[in-house]
């Protein structure tokens, strides 16, 4: 079974920082570029940064730009995004998804053109 599943969330004070892991099963990320996705209530679903796999290149929504860091562990076929500073803001269920190409960013939106599998999804909340 192909299969995304992530962790990591939780409740944080703002300020505080927070390590989402997203691993695959039933495939390898070796050559898949992997996004972090969120989606707050009554809010589209957002891109907040992608890593591709082809050329390591990695992007970052503007929103988190400076505060959040996305990584891969080949090894552990598990790609990391570490939080730090996290704001009220931030808070959602952040989903991350895989795809056989590559990230793209349009109009400053960051995001994988055809997604293939998506993670059920992880909740952060960060309170003031």
């Known amino acids: 079974e192909v299969q995304l599943v992530e962790s990591g969330g939780g409740l944080v004070q703002a300020g505080g920082s927070l390590r989402l892991s997203c691993a695959a099963s039933g495939f390898t990320f070796d050559d898949y570029a992997i996004g972090w996705f969120r989606q707050a209530p009554g809010k589209e679903r957002e891109g907040v940064s992608c890593i591709n796999s082809s050329d390591g290149m990695t992007y970052y929504a503007g929103s988190v730009k400076g505060r959040f860091t996305i990584s891969r562990d080949a090894a552990k076929n598990t790609v990391y995004l570490q939080m730090n500073s996290l704001k009220p803001d931030d808070t959602a269920v952040y989903y991350c998804?895989?795809?056989?190409?590559?990230?793209?960013?349009?109009?400053?939106?960051?995001?994988?053109?055809?997604?293939?599998?998506w993670g059920q999804g992880t909740l952060v909340t960060v309170s003031s």
């Open positions: 998804a895989a795809e056989r190409g590559r990230c793209t960013v349009v109009r400053g939106i960051v995001g994988l053109r055809y997604p293939e599998v």
